[in-house]
Structure formats: structure tokens, C-alpha cells
């Protein structure tokens, strides 16, 4: 009996001990998620794992994923250093949506129903941000106000781009790393029969010039508008000179009048004066 009790002392201060290193390990690894403090409804937040400085230090990684979110949440903490949104069901994200998360270098917005990004959504972010996931949305076009001079890695793949002069416009004028403008594929195109669909649009702009057919309304428009004002000019001329021209003969008429009642009067004053 000794002997036994001995040797179940023995396992259950060997298996103690293990479990007491398995916690130590799982501590060690990392931290765990949790809802502190801060941390907004439905969404798990956890520090970062990044250095000190601009590697994230004291920041946090806050988790919204697959939460059936329709708006982006409201009062994100300002140390938000890793921000994942995907698998929700946002459509627009309004202007300064992260406005005040200067830490922000990685934001998720992957499978959503995204069909715009408001202008001035992303303001703020360009300094920081690093990594940016639109992939696998309903977005059409890219608007540059909406971007805000970000220069970051950005997935554009997966969603329905259209390929005309608008985006063809606004390429330029984007700061994202060149290789990003690479995912975008255009899914419809305009004027529809440019060939554009199913290529990428970097190589479609290098080819088409989308903007022609739009040009070349503009010209006719243009062109009907001087008509347009040509013959409104010399309609008012026409109508000047034969307002004019009636008003001059009229007056020529009351001039050639007068040498008449002159000589009537001359005539009158003679005879007086034979009188």
C-alpha cells in the first residue's frame, strides 16, 4: 500500500508539473483574445505581436471578422495597429471612418458587399498604412478622393471592375503600389465592344484609349453649341441690320421732307413781301 500510494503521488505531481508548463507555453506563445476594455461590441482585440516604434508596439489587433457588421464600428481604439473587417456585410464606408488611427499599418476589408469607398474614407492612413484587402467586393471604380494618397500593397482582385474612360482617368492619379493596379481585371467595359473584358486593365490602358468615344461626344457637342450661338449671333445681326435699315429709310424720307416746307415757307415770305 506504501508503495502504491508512492507511485500515485509520484504521477500526479509528474502530470501537475506538465500541465503547469503547458500553460507557461501557451502563455509564452502569445496573448490570448479577449474583449478588453476599449475594445468595440462584437469584436475581439488582442496586442500586437510587432517591436516598438513603428512595429506596433502597445498597439492592438483588433478582430471584427464574420460579425454580420453593416457599418464599420464606431470608436476604434486610436492603438489599432491591425484592423480586420472581412466577411461582413458593409456596402460604403463613409469619410473618416479611421480617422485617428495613426498605428493602423494592415486593414481587411475582404468579402464584404463594398460597391464604393465615400471620399476622404481612408484619410489619415496614408502615412502608416501598409497592407490594405479589398478583394472579393462589388466595387466598379476607384476614386481617388476616396483613397487619400495611400501607397499601400493593396488586393484589388476579385471584384467587378469597370474598365472605361472614368477608371482610365483616375489610374494616374492613384499612389498605390504599382503591382496592386495589376489585380484589377476588367469584368465589363465601355464602349462594350473595346475588348477589354477579362484583361487586365494595365495592359488595356496601354492599348485603348478609353476616353475617345467620350471625347469625340464632347467635340460634337461642343460643335452643336457654337452653331448653336453662330446662329444666334447672326440671327441678332440680321434682325439689328433690318431694324436699322428701316429706322435709316424712314429717316431719309423725313430728310427729304424738308427742303419742300422750306421752299413752302420762302414761297410764303415772298409773296408777303410783295404785298
Known amino acids: 500500500m506504501p ?12 502530470l501537475t508539473l506538465f500541465l503547469n508548463m503547458m500553460v507557461l507555453s501557451l502563455v509564452a506563445a502569445g496573448p490570448q483574445e479577449t474583449t ?28 471584427c471578422s464574420n460579425m454580420f457588421l453593416s457599418e464599420v464600428p464606431r470608436n476604434l481604439p486610436n492603438t489599432t495597429y491591425r484592423l480586420f473587417l472581412d466577411y461582413n456585410q458593409l456596402v460604403s464606408i463613409p469619410a473618416d ?19 464604393r469607398l465615400e471620399p ?8 502608416t498604412l501598409q497592407n490594405l484587402d479589398l478583394s472579393s467586393n462589388q466595387l466598379v471604380t476607384l476614386d481617388p478622393e476616396a483613397l487619400g494618397g495611400l501607397q499601400a ?10 474598365c472605361d474612360c472614368d477608371l482610365q ?5 492613384l499612389d498605390l503600389e504599382p503591382a496592386s493596379l495589376a489585380d484589377v481585371v476588367c469584368h465589363s467595359s465601355k464602349p462594350e465592344n473595346s475588348g477589354a473584358t477579362g484583361k ?30 453662330f446662329t444666334m449671333v447672326i440671327s441678332y445681326l440680321f434682325y439689328y441690320v433690318r431694324a436699322n ?20 415757307t420762302e414761297e410764303s415770305s415772298t409773296m408777303s413781301t410783295m404785298v
Open 153 to 162: 500593397k493593396t488586393n484589388l482582385t476579385n471584384n467587378p471592375w469597370l
Open 169 to 173: 482617368e483616375a489610374m494616374p492619379k
Open 3 to 14: 508503495f502504491l500510494a508512492v507511485w500515485l503521488l509520484r504521477r500526479f505531481t509528474t
Open 120 to 127: 476622404g474614407s481612408l484619410v489619415g492612413l496614408g502615412l
Open 36 to 63: 478588453t476594455a476599449g475594445c468595440p461590441e462584437n469584436c475581439y482585440c488582442s496586442a500586437s505581436n510587432g517591436g516598438g516604434g513603428g512595429g506596433g508596439g502597445g498597439g492592438l489587433v483588433v478582430r
Open 200 to 229: 487586365s486593365f494595365v495592359m488595356v490602358a496601354q492599348e485603348l484609349d478609353l476616353c475617345a468615344g467620350f471625347k469625340r461626344t464632347t467635340d460634337v457637342a461642343m460643335l452643336v453649341t457654337m452653331f448653336g450661338w
Open 245 to 264: 435699315t428701316e429706322d435709316a429709310r424712314r429717316h431719309l424720307e423725313y430728310l427729304k421732307s424738308l427742303p419742300n416746307k422750306q421752299a413752302t
Open 97 to 115: 471612418a479611421f480617422l485617428g488611427l495613426s498605428l493602423l499599418v494592415e486593414l481587411d476589408l475582404s468579402h464584404n458587399k463594398l460597391a
